[in-house]
């Protein structure tokens, strides 16, 4: 798994247009476990009727508004005015990490130029999002899987709810299924983190996952952990090895 420093210094920066309030405390959340959001700003025209719901939230968790008109109608000018901080806030190199907030591909550049600076990126968007923003970034996170969603939002997804109840996950939650292009990223991941035996540390495979597929989560299918869904796979044999604490072994099933 991606290594996380709790004091390290984030700057969040939110597209309005893309995102609802609702996620906003799941957001937080994760966001926590991989450090300090000491810039919080989320950008749109706040004169639009769309944007009203997130006066609330925004007072309630001190995320500054930027207020960006539209030139013209077609247009993102939002996009530009969130690119344009976020290269002023990597100049400044105050931060270990960038969280953006947003299903929109045209944030891919943004993410790759701020990675190029030896900066992490932390993306958030819906499972819509265009594969290059999800690529360009270190760890890629789908609104759905935060904790705190609303329960209208997989309303269409309650046949799920046996499946991921058992699994430890937030009731109803929906489940992507593993296909077998999912199943070779974990061969791939295994066969390159395997001793000569072919056995390998649970911990050093899911480092491998998160940087060969950013968006390769345990709980975008559905498992609280790693080692649950790698178990449910069907094609390691795992062995649990030590006490305090006990260390995950795993090897591809001959």
Known sequence: MMQTNPDK???????GDNASP?????????????????VKRIYGDWTKP?????????LEHAIQPVQQFAYTTGKNATDGAMIIDAMDLLYTGRFAGFCIVSSDSDFARLAARIREQGVTVYGFGERKTPR?????????????????????????HRHQTDRTT????????????LDEQDL????????????EDGWANLASVGAHLAKQASDF??????????????????????EWVGHHPKVVMVRLKK
Do not use: M
């Open 22 to 38: 609702r996620v906003i405390i799941g957001l937080l959340e994760e966001i926590a476990s991989y450090g300090v959001a000491s």
């Open 50 to 58: 769309n944007l009203n719901g997130w006066k609330e939230c925004l």
């Open 217 to 238: 989560n345990a709980r975008n299918f559905g498992y609280a952990r790693l080692s649950d869904l790698i178990t449910d796979s069907g094609i390691v044999d795992v």
């Open 184 to 195: 070779d990223k974990l061969r791939n991941a295994i066969n390159a983190s395997s001793n």
């Open 166 to 177: 058992s699994r430890g996950l937030p009731f109803g939650q929906p489940v992507q299924t």
């Open 132 to 156: 290059p923003f999800i690529t360009a970034c270190d760890k890629f996170v789908y609104f759905d899987v935060l904790s705190h969603h609303a329960a209208h939002d997989v309303e269409t």
């Open 9 to 15: 210094a984030l700057a969040l920066l939110i597209d």
